[in-house]
């Protein structure tokens, strides 16, 4: 796993340094009030379009999930996450700091990751939320 600060300052926006990339089919799941509003926009800047919801029916190619603690369970959520993403989709899991209203351990992010078929490659600290990159293993068949 890889650990990396995000800045706004100098070298880009947030969403480039996130990967995401002009025409990508972007799915945004858990919005609620306090979303980084800041970074809903930017990644819709980067993408050109505005990031889909929970009733699309797209092949999705990144899932942005904001996720609290009392959400409910995590690994149920990953799994519907997935299920119309691309082969080489993947899913950002936004939480709150540690210190947060909402802030979910994250032990809790990297345990139920591997439950629901995905590994966690990188950490990022994005103002007052954190985010887990989660992918595919490459070998993952589709049924």
């Known amino acids: ?11 880009g926006s947030s969403a480039h340094k996130l990967g995401f990339t002009s025409g990508m089919v972007v799915q945004e799941l858990g ?4 979303t980084d509003d800041d970074l ?5 800047d980067v993408i050109g379009e505005e990031m889909l919801d929970d009733d699309a029916d797209d092949v ?4 942005v999930l904001w996720w609290r603690d009392g959400d409910g369970d995590l690994v ?32 809790e992010i990297a345990e139920s990751a591997p ?10 600290s994005l103002g ?11 070998s993952r068949k589709r049924p």
């Open 1 to 11: 796993m890889v650990a990396a600060t995000e800045s706004s300052s100098a070298g």
């Open 115 to 124: 439950t629901a078929g995905l590994t966690q490659t990188n950490v990022v």
């Open 60 to 63: 999705i190619d990144v899932v």
């Open 76 to 107: 149920d959520a990953l799994m519907d996450a997935i299920s119309p993403l691309a082969d080489d989709g993947y899913v950002w899991v936004f939480s709150p700091k540690t210190g947060t209203d909402g802030h979910v351990d994250p032990s």
């Open 40 to 44: 809903r926009a930017d990644i819709e």
């Open 128 to 138: 007052r939320w954190s985010g887990s990159r989660l992918v595919q293993p490459k």
């Open 31 to 34: 919005w609620d009030e306090d």
